[in-house]
């Protein structure tokens, strides 16, 4: 490689460099913003699922159309949370892997660009396809949460999973695949909310709670309100796991940007030191040989 050829790919790498680093000042700003509002959800989160947990332990028949599941016969469905851009380290390749392992009869739900071409590409049997936005607002996923709703009521899915990029830490962000409808299947799980391990119906040592007018009442207000605060927390979690996937990755780009560069650097300087050392001797031959 000549002296020119490595000057040009120096110049490309500080280019890409700047862009990434760009990228990764952007992805830290937004990151901050989106990891708080997923934390300060989850006490909210939690106390609604150890409420429906005791409504659950003390109705063992719970007459709800969200407790119980659908008609026979219907498919499981899985909503698919990933993310509309890429440069993001391994954050959707996680989430398709799991995905990859359900059985072929699974019918997807998608929220994000990536996860309708991973459908496509696939084959899998896509129900619905909804976009998302940069900022997540409540109103719009309670409308993506009342659709699902009545899809499960229909009988058109038999049950809901959602697989989403929990946030651990801003390195660590965990594909996570949790039960959503029917809400029975969540009250005889030992897999709580966001992934945390509790203790079952029979051994819940909480405190009662006293529901008022009538617990048919809170029931009838706290099931439709739990499906769609779970969504939507759910969408908290990706999008803050989104933004610090791709700051690091950016981060792990920029630094070996930056160490190509160097290298580059050093083996032009050694092609140009062995470049101006021939010519030298070059020129001592050619002088000798006059004299």
Same mark, same amino acid.
Request: hydrophobic share 45%; charged share 20%.
């Given at each position: 490689?000549?002296?020119?050829?490595?000057?040009?790919?120096?110049?490309?790498?500080?280019?890409?460099s700047l862009i990434t680093k760009a990228m990764q000042m952007v992805a830290t700003s937004k990151m901050a913003q989106a990891q708080a509002q997923a934390l300060q959800g989850r006490a909210f989160a939690a106390q609604l699922g150890k409420i429906l947990r005791d409504i659950g332990r003390h109705?063992?028949?719970?007459?709800?159309?969200?407790?119980?599941?659908?008609?026979?016969?219907?498919?499981?469905?899985? %909503?698919?949370?990933?993310?509309?851009? $890429?440069?993001? =380290?391994? !954050?959707?390749?996680?989430?398709? @892997?799991?995905?990859?392992? *359900?059985?072929?009869?699974?019918?997807?739900?998608?929220?994000?660009?990536?996860?309708?071409?991973?459908?496509?590409?696939?084959?899998?049997?896509?129900?619905?396809?909804?976009?998302?936005?940069?900022?997540?607002?409540?109103?719009?996923?309670?409308?993506?949460?009342?659709? %699902?709703?009545?899809?499960?009521?229909? $009988?058109?899915? =038999?049950? !809901?999973?959602?697989?989403?990029? @929990?946030?651990?830490?801003? *390195?660590?962000?965990?594909?996570?695949?949790?039960?959503?409808?029917?809400?029975?299947?969540?009250?005889?799980?030992?897999?709580?909310?966001?992934?945390?391990?509790?203790?079952?119906?029979?051994?819940?040592?909480?405190?009662?709670?006293?529901?008022?007018?009538?617990?048919?009442?809170?029931?009838?207000?706290?099931?439709?309100?739990?499906?769609?605060?779970?969504?939507?927390?759910?969408?908290?979690?990706?999008?803050?796991?989104?933004?610090?996937?791709?700051?690091?990755?950016?981060?792990?780009?920029?630094?070996?940007?930056?160490?190509?560069?160097?290298?580059?650097?050093?083996?032009?300087?050694?092609?140009?030191?062995?470049?101006?050392?021939?010519?030298?001797?070059?020129?001592?031959?050619?002088?000798?040989?006059?004299?």
């Amino acid at each position: 490689m000549g002296t020119r050829d490595i000057r040009r790919r120096i110049k490309s790498v500080r280019n890409t460099s700047l862009i990434t680093k760009a990228m990764q000042m952007v992805a830290t700003s937004k990151m901050a913003q989106a990891q708080a509002q997923a934390l300060q959800g989850r006490a909210f989160a939690a106390q609604l699922g150890k409420i429906l947990r005791d409504i659950g332990r003390h109705a063992l028949e719970v007459e709800h159309p969200l407790w119980r599941g659908a008609a026979d016969g219907a498919p499981p469905a899985v %909503l698919l949370i990933s993310t509309d851009k $890429g440069l993001c =380290g391994g !954050l959707n390749a996680n989430l398709f @892997r799991v995905l990859a392992a *359900l059985p072929a009869e699974t019918v997807l739900v998608t929220i994000g660009r990536r996860g309708r071409q991973f459908a496509a590409r696939t084959k899998r049997r896509l129900l619905a396809d909804f976009p998302l936005p940069e900022r997540i607002a409540y109103p719009a996923v309670k409308h993506i949460a009342e659709y %699902l709703s009545e899809a499960f009521l229909r $009988g058109e899915i =038999g049950s !809901l999973t959602v697989l989403y990029p @929990r946030f651990v830490n801003t *390195l660590v962000q965990k594909p996570l695949r949790e039960p959503l409808l029917p809400l029975a299947d969540l009250n005889c799980s030992n897999v709580g909310l966001l992934g945390e391990t509790v203790l079952s119906a029979d051994h819940d040592t909480g405190a009662d709670f006293v529901y008022e007018p009538s617990a048919s009442a809170v029931r009838d207000k706290l099931f439709p309100m739990y499906v769609n605060f779970n969504l939507y927390h759910m969408l908290l979690e990706a999008r803050a796991s989104e933004h610090s996937a791709r700051m690091v990755a950016m981060k792990n780009a920029t630094d070996n940007a930056r160490q190509l560069t160097k290298d580059l650097t050093l083996e032009y300087n050694k092609v140009r030191q062995t470049a101006i050392t021939n010519e030298i001797l070059e020129i001592a031959a050619a002088q000798a040989a006059g004299d």
